[in-house]
């Protein structure tokens, strides 16, 4: 069964400096998406970076990349040069690419930016 | 704005009453997802269309939820005899067929307190 981890409830990080937040995952699909969604107090999920379980680059997308690292199950998402703004929750989720179109999505890691 | 939109943004309602909930996706989406988010917590995922057709359904949904979406456009999520453990957001969220990613586009959320 699929299953993502997010063991980090809470994170503090100086504005401008770089943060990662960490997610593993558990399946047994060879062929899956992984995805990072920011949700910030206003409560709409906004969708950050994507990377593919076949694809040979991190994903990037401006300040934010992915740390993909397969072997380990890790996909974990740096965020460089914190800005206040980006205190919110992130979730990460995962679905598999075989057969069903459903998401999961870990709890969640809350982070605070500090000026 | 041709975003995913989820109406009504709040509902109070009395233990043992009925409430709807309706979603109009993003209107090139084939999919639809229902989640539900309680505080603190990620979304958890309740059902998914594609166009009519509802192809998944969570066991942790009991027979008193019901998801329809008649004509593969918007989609309406009904409660029936409400506990005060439904208290949560309800979240919608569309996807086209496939993409870059295949992200999901979510809604504001419907907010449900049970009294």
């Known amino acids: 069964a699929q299953k993502i981890t997010q063991t980090q409830p809470g994170m503090f990080v100086q504005e401008k400096e770089a943060v990662t937040l960490d997610c593993t995952y558990d399946?047994?699909?060879?062929?899956?998406?992984l995805f990072w969604y920011k949700q910030p107090s206003s409560g709409e999920m906004i969708f950050l970076i994507y990377q593919g379980s076949y694809d040979q680059q991190n994903a990037t997308e401006g300040r934010y990349s992915l740390n993909f690292q397969k072997a380990r199950k890790s996909a974990n998402l740096v965020i460089s040069a914190s800005q206040l703004g980006d205190s919110a929750m992130y979730f990460c989720?995962?679905?598999?690419?075989?057969?069903?179109?459903?998401?999961?999505f870990g709890t969640g890691t809350r982070l605070k930016v500090l000026a | 704005d041709t975003g995913v939109s989820q109406d009504p943004r709040h509902k109070i309602t009395k233990r043992g009453q009925n409430v709807t909930f309706r979603c109009d996706p993003i209107?090139?989406?084939?999919?639809l997802y229902w989640y539900r988010q309680t505080l603190g917590q990620g979304p958890e995922f309740l059902t998914y269309?594609?166009?009519?057709?509802?192809?998944?359904k969570s066991r942790l949904l009991s027979d008193r939820f019901s998801a329809e979406r008649p004509k593969g456009s918007f989609s309406t999520l009904e409660i029936q005899r409400t506990e005060q453990g439904d208290s949560a957001m309800y979240l919608c969220?569309?996807?086209?067929?496939?993409?870059?990613?295949?992200?999901?586009?979510f809604g504001e959320g419907s907010r449900l307190t049970v009294l």
């Open positions: 399946t047994s699909d060879p062929s899956y998406g």
């Open positions: 209107s090139e989406h084939n999919r």
């Open positions: 269309f594609q166009n009519e057709a509802q192809l998944e």
């Open positions: 969220a569309s996807s086209p067929s496939e993409r870059r990613a295949g992200e999901l586009f």
């Open positions: 989720a995962m679905r598999e690419l075989s057969g069903t179109y459903k998401y999961i």
